[in-house]
Every structure is written in structure tokens, then in C-alpha cells.
């Protein structure tokens, strides 16, 4: 059973930033595809970024584009969320999570993961 633990999370001021990490153990598969995805209070979980386990293909939801970049490093088995220029609306749990796949795309469908952290929370405030 795949297991995913995200951390980084905490209290910036806008314009400020944060890098998430989400360490991943238990591999029952080679490849996975790895997303990144929030939600805020009242609100639908939705994606952020996502990343395939080939190739290094990325997306990115409109809202973050040109802000956040999300990496990985295989050999510690660890994905990132790097959050630049946060503004109030980025506030959120953030979760990281991820699904079985050898394609060479990603995709950021939220049924699509089978496997997701406990999320770690990101505010944004004066």
C-alpha cells in the first residue's frame, strides 16, 4: 500500500512563499502519477499541479500557473510543490496524492488517485 506524507505547510504573508514535500513509501508499482491538490474551507477539493511518473510532464491549474512549480527527485522518492508570489485565495489543506500509471501524461482528475496524505495547511494572510 502506497503511503504519502506532506509537509512545509504553514503561515506566509502574500507575495511570500513555501515548498511543500510529499515523501512517498510502500511501492507496490513503479509508476505513478503524482498530483498536488487543495481545499479551502466550504469547498471542492481541486487540482493544483500534477506530475507523470515518465517523462516529467506537468500541468498546472490556471489559478497557479507562472507561481508554483511542481518537481520530483526518484531517488528520494519525494515530489514538491514550490509556491511562489501566495496569494489569500491560495489558503488551503494542501494534499498530494497519486495513481498507478505508465503513460507518459499526467492527469489532475481527481477520482482518478488512489492514494492520498492527510494534507498540510497553507494560510496566507496579513
Known amino acids: 500500500q502506497l503511503q504519502l506524507v506532506e509537509s512545509g505547510g504553514g503561515l506566509v504573508q502574500p507575495g511570500g512563499s513555501l515548498r511543500l514535500s510529499c515523501a512517498a513509501s510502500?511501492?507496490?508499482?513503479?509508476?505513478?502519477?503524482i498530483g498536488w491538490f487543495r481545499q479551502a474551507p466550504g469547498k471542492e477539493r481541486e487540482g493544483v499541479s500534477c506530475?507523470?511518473?515518465?517523462?516529467?510532464?506537468?500541468i498546472y491549474a490556471d489559478s497557479v500557473k507562472g507561481r508554483f512549480t511542481i518537481s520530483r527527485d526518484s531517488a528520494k522518492n519525494t515530489v514538491y510543490l514550490q509556491m511562489n508570489s501566495l496569494k489569500p485565495e491560495d489558503t488551503a489543506v494542501y494534499y498530494c496524492?497519486?495513481?498507478?500509471?505508465?503513460?507518459?501524461?499526467?492527469?489532475?482528475?481527481?477520482?482518478?488517485?488512489?492514494?492520498w496524505g492527510q494534507g498540510t495547511q497553507v494560510t496566507v494572510s496579513s
Open positions: 506530475i507523470s511518473s515518465r517523462g516529467g510532464n506537468t
Open positions: 510502500g511501492f507496490t508499482s513503479n509508476y505513478y502519477v
Open positions: 496524492a497519486a495513481y498507478r500509471s505508465a503513460t507518459a501524461q499526467a492527469m489532475c482528475v481527481k477520482s482518478w488517485y488512489e492514494y
